[in-house]
């Protein structure tokens, strides 16, 4: 994984005073380019790593910049071993093991118990409650794909039920909200796309390589575009739903209704996603207003119905 390769990198150029782009790809079995790519990491997170050109030349970190024990704060420990704490929950292996090992290594024995106490403060665990039970094994596998720069073939289900086969360059794992996803470059719609991993079967890591080309980053944030997509629609809630209503919208849209029920004002679009949204409330919600929705939701209930009168 590429967190622990960086690591043990920044401890490789510690230990010693230059070593060669080739020297690291032998050792972590990539490809030169790979270790490029690492060092522009290592020097965009603040280490400054320089390169010598020439016999004897490689990579060094510059003159007077090195890291002691007293470089991370308990505060900075802290949060890199809960983010690799949570990491360990779905993306299981040795490179993690080993990440956290090296992480522990920077701790001296008078701060070990603060450490820990600042660390346990937050947990944070991204294995779901239940679901597609496939999903670990496919990450396992894009996981490979990744290091070794090696072709994918998948079906991918689209939201609309089509499937279709695809080959797939994979270039980056994304976890957004609770759902994992890869960015890979299809090759069947030549282009970068963003498929969600639990829509993928019958995955492949083929032995064919790529030349990795100039990479685009999915674009994640939609908080601007949903702004002007969404309205503020009526509804009133028992209070059983309340705590789920509260994942999409805040409390002080709440107004109380009587001992157990609440009036909210809630973020709305006209599409599928939004009406489900409301239907999982069951009985314990009414949209009260505006009236086309009130409608359209009396009509998605009906047909839903018909399918139930034979």
């Not at 789920?244 to 973020?267: H, K, M, N, Q, T």
Request: net charge neutral; hydrophobic share 40%.
């Amino acid at each position: 994984m590429k967190v622990e390769r960086l690591i043990s990198i920044i401890m490789i150029l510690l230990d010693k005073e230059r070593i060669s782009a080739q020297e690291l790809a032998t050792t972590f079995e990539v490809s030169t380019r790979t270790i490029y790519r690492d060092i522009e990491a290592i020097n965009v997170a603040g280490i400054p790593v320089r390169s010598i050109p020439g016999v004897g030349g490689g990579f060094e970190i510059m003159p007077n910049y090195k890291i002691d024990k007293k470089f991370f704060s308990n505060n900075d420990l802290s949060v890199i071993l809960m983010g690799l704490y949570s990491l360990s929950t779905m993306i299981h292996g040795d490179e993690l093991v080993n990440a956290l090992t090296k992480i522990k290594s920077f701790i001296p024995v008078d701060r070990q118990k603060d450490i820990e106490l600042k660390t346990n403060q937050i947990q944070i665990d991204l294995t779901p409650w239940m679901g597609n039970k496939n999903i670990q094994a496919n990450l396992e596998m894009l996981k490979i794909a990744l290091r070794e720069e090696k072709l994918c073939s998948f079906y991918y289900v689209d939201r609309h039920g089509n499937k279709t086969k695809r080959i797939v360059e994979s270039y980056q794992l994304v976890l957004k909200g609770n759902h994992w996803y890869i960015q890979g470059y299809c090759y069947q719609r030549d282009a970068f796309r963003l498929f969600k991993v639990a829509r993928i079967s019958t995955l492949q890591v083929l032995e064919e390589f790529f030349t990795p080309r100039d990479y685009q980053k999915p674009q994640l944030d939609f908080t601007e575009i949903l702004a002007t997509m969404q309205t503020k629609i009526k509804i009133r809630i028992h209070k059983s739903v309340m705590d789920r209503a509260l994942d999409y919208c805040a409390y002080e849209e709440f107004l109380p209704d009587g001992g157990d029920y609440y009036i909210v004002s809630f973020p709305f679009i006209e599409n599928d996603y939004h009406y489900n949204i409301l239907f999982s409330f069951g009985n314990n919600c009414e949209c009260l207003e505006p009236l086309h929705v009130r409608s359209e939701i009396k009509r998605r209930i009906q047909a839903m119905a018909t399918l139930y009168e034979n």
